[in-house]
Nanobody, 121 residues
């Protein structure tokens, strides 16, 4: 119902910056919230940052002050600006969109394909 396409990952040195993008299509009007999740090697997928349809944001403690989540509603695109990157930020970053159906009774998770971020020391 919602399709997500991510871009912007890559290989950077510690202290560098990257900006991830997530373009949403489909039932974008049903999106309740969007976020970025990270899955490090051998670990589970955890929330990095989240932004609601009302513009409220939340961040994992490990990225506060370094990462900024934002959105451009006109372009149906969400961004994650990552500054002062650390090797611990390495992982696959997934775009997530929580979609609510027209009746407001059900919520669905939609995921992008993931984009690799590697931070070297």
């Amino acid at each position: 119902q919602v399709q997500l396409v991510e871009s912007g990952g890559g290989l950077v040195q510690a202290g560098g910056s990257l900006r991830l993008s997530c373009a949403a299509s489909g039932r974008v009007f049903s999106i309740k919230a969007m976020g970025w999740y990270r899955q490090a090697p051998g670990k589970q997928r955890d929330l990095v940052a989240r932004i609601t349809s009302g513009g409220s944001t939340n961040y994992a403690d490990s990225v506060k002050g370094r990462f900024t989540i934002s959105r451009d509603n006109a372009k149906n695109t969400m961004y994650l600006q990552m500054n002062s990157l650390k090797p611990g930020d390495t992982g696959v970053y997934y775009c997530n969109a929580k979609e609510r159906d027209s009746g407001g009774l059900h919520e669905y998770d939609n995921w992008g394909q993931g984009t690799q971020v590697t931070v070297s020391s």
